[in-house]
Nanobody
Framework: QVQLVESGGGLVQAGGSLRLSCAASGRTFNRYHMGWFRQAPGKEREFVAAISWGGSSTTYADSVKGRFTISRDNAKNMVYLQMNSLKPEDTAVYYC???????????????????WGQGTRVTVSS
């Protein structure tokens, strides 16, 4: 069982930066690939970024590549999403999620993730 709590969301102007954090509970955190997803009003939840259980591999959605960076600290059970050059279209609720590396490879598919946080809201003003 893994419990996830996101933080760091807020209101920022276009071009600004935010750093989201995800705190995970459980002794097996380093067994899980970790992902960030987002959901804008009236839209489906979409993949943003993911990092492998050991941190050696990452993958990003094309829409955030070059602007967002995912990282993790397994010693602290933390995952981060550094978001730079934010755009109004980045406005959404951002969710942290965990996928069991024993079951799946590093993945962008929502249904591969077993555990989800409650989300943190990011609003980018123009």
């Amino acid at each position: 069982q893994v419990q996830l709590v996101e933080s760091g969301g807020g209101l920022v102007q276009a071009g600004g930066s935010l750093r989201l954090s995800c705190a995970a509970s459980g002794r097996t955190f380093n067994r899980y690939h970790m992902g960030w997803f987002r959901q804008a009003p009236g839209k489906e939840r979409e993949f943003v970024a993911a990092i492998s259980w050991g941190g050696s591999s990452t993958t990003y959605a094309d829409s955030v590549k070059g602007r967002f960076t995912i990282s993790r600290d397994n010693a602290k059970n933390m995952v981060y999403l550094q978001m730079n050059s934010l755009k109004p279209e980045d406005t959404a609720v951002y969710y942290c999620a965990a996928a069991d590396s024993i079951q799946v490879r590093l993945t962008s598919r929502t249904y591969d993730y077993d555990y989800w946080g409650q989300g943190t809201r990011v609003t980018v003003s123009s």
